[in-house]
């Protein structure tokens, strides 16, 4: 099974950025479709963004479209999660995850093969 560990989280002032990196382990990340979730204080975790194993598909949560870009570099064994315009709102800590299977914004998260530790982004006014 795959092993994913986030990075790239921090705080950052409201319309700035970050990028989130996830590494896997082992060889057999390319059989994996990826997906970028967060939880925020209080609230349930949600996938903002998700990608199909070759990359040719992304999705995205409305509340992210235009300003998050998710993408994987296989050779690399990662996946990212360009972040523009933070709002205070994308507070939250951020997991990745992975699964044999296609994710989408839609996805049960209880369904999902393997999960992140979390990174935490935090976003101020």
């Known amino acids: 099974q795959v092993q994913l560990v986030e990075s790239g989280g921090g705080l950052v002032q409201a319309g700035g950025s970050l990028r989130l990196s996830c590494a896997a382990s082992?060889?057999?990340?390319?059989?994996?479709?990826m997906g970028w979730f967060r939880q925020a204080p209080g609230k349930e975790r949600e996938c903002v963004a998700a990608i199909s194993r070759s990359g040719g598909s992304t999705y995205y949560a409305d509340s992210v479209k235009g300003r998050f870009t998710i993408s994987r570099d296989n050779p690399k064994i990662t996946v990212y999660l360009q972040m523009n315009s933070l709002k205070p709102e994308d507070t939250a800590v951020y997991y990745c995850?992975?699964?044999?299977?296609?994710?989408?914004?839609?996805?049960?998260?209880?369904?999902?093969?393997?999960w992140g530790q979390g990174t935490l982004v935090t976003v101020s006014s």
């Open positions: 082992g060889r057999t990340f390319s059989i994996y479709a």
């Open positions: 995850a992975a699964d044999r299977s296609l994710i989408t914004i839609a996805t049960p998260i209880n369904t999902l093969d393997a």
